[in-house]
């Protein structure tokens, strides 16, 4: 198995068709690795921008990368990956990038400049820095180590180093990979990019406001009585408030009034539904009917 090591910088610019920021790439860079994880071919290219002409003071900071060089070697979008995927070639590879923001981006991007989400080059993905976190006492999700900092725990050189311009960023990527190289570690962290995985990455978690939508029907979710255990029917009808349906119930079982929350989240595979009995007191109870 070959090994594909891609970095994208972008720019944030405002999508006025979407009404909304957006990261446009700017610059792809890409290393390939045999399977001695040995660089045998690199690529670099610069992308012009089609959503901004103005480059974000942060970027501009971070890569140093000026509009005039964009101009004069930048290539529109569709070109530029077409070029990326050839560079990639066919065979068994994986696609790494550290962190999945890359990734993120990567396939926002084509879902706009694109139309599809499918990005049809790669077929199987691991998170760098997932990867090479997993070596490193106390790393975690909620304290993520940047790349940088990782090379230095790995004891890796990067004193010349040219942080945030893409191919650098793979080059050090490479170095951090091959320093805790296993194969079998590996293996677990591996993802098949079929279009599923593609979908569920773009796919935005939403909270149902509908009493019935789809496989979610409000009047058949069974609340719990957190006194006796028995099933709290409902007295007042729900009202939407806040992505929870509000209502109020009577225990079946021990005559106890509660207020009821539902909430009902739609995500990628299933209807995830939550409800709780907040127990009514005595002197507002004889109020609700």
């Known amino acids: 198995m070959n090994f594909i090591i891609f970095d994208l910088e972008w720019n944030n610019a405002y999508n006025y068709k979407l009404k909304r920021g957006m990261n446009e790439i700017i610059e792809i860079g890409a290393v390939k690795l045999d399977e001695n994880l040995d660089v045998v071919d690199t690529f670099k290219q610069l992308i012009k921008p089609q959503l901004s002409r103005k480059l974000g003071s942060r970027f501009k900071n971070l890569t140093h990368i000026t509009i005039d060089e964009i101009n004069d070697n930048g290539i529109p979008f569709e070109k530029a990956f077409d070029d990326f995927a050839k560079w990639c070639g066919r ?7 550290w962190s999945t923001s890359d990734l993120y981006t990567l396939v926002a991007n084509f879902k706009y400049f694109e139309n599809t989400v499918y990005v049809d080059f790669m077929t199987k993905y691991a998170d760098a820095q997932k990867y090479c976190m997993s070596f ?7 304290n993520q ?9 790995f004891g890796i050189d990067t004193d010349s180093a040219n942080f945030h311009r893409a191919l650098e960023d793979c080059m050090i990527t490479a170095l951090c990979f091959k320093k805790v190289y296993d ?5 677990k962290y591996i993802h098949t990019c079929d279009i599923s995985f593609f979908e569920r990455l773009v796919f935005k978690p939403y909270y149902i406001r509908e009493t019935e939508y789809e496989d979610f029907k409000l009047n058949d979710v069974k609340i719990i009585c957190p006194i ?7 007295i ?5 408030t806040n992505n929870t349906f509000r209502g109020a119930g009577l225990c079946e079982k021990c005559s106890r009034k509660f207020w009821t929350y539902v909430r009902a989240k739609q995500t990628y595979d299933e209807v995830v539904v939550s409800s709780r009995a907040v127990p009514i007191n005595k002197k507002r109870a004889k109020h609700i009917n």
């Not at 490193?136 to 909620?142: F, G």
């Not at 180590?145 to 725990?153: T, Y």
């Not at 006796?228 to 409902?234: E, F, H, I, L, Q």
């Not at 007042?236 to 939407?240: P, Q, R």
């Open 91 to 97: 065979g068994d590879k994986l696609f790494l990038s």
């Open 136 to 142: 490193i006492e106390n790393a975690s999700a909620a």
């Open 145 to 153: 180590i940047s790349l940088s900092h990782c090379a230095e725990i």
């Open 228 to 234: 006796c255990g028995g099933t709290v029917a409902p």
């Open 183 to 187: 194969n079998d570690k590996l293996a």
């Open 236 to 240: 007042k009808k729900y009202e939407f």
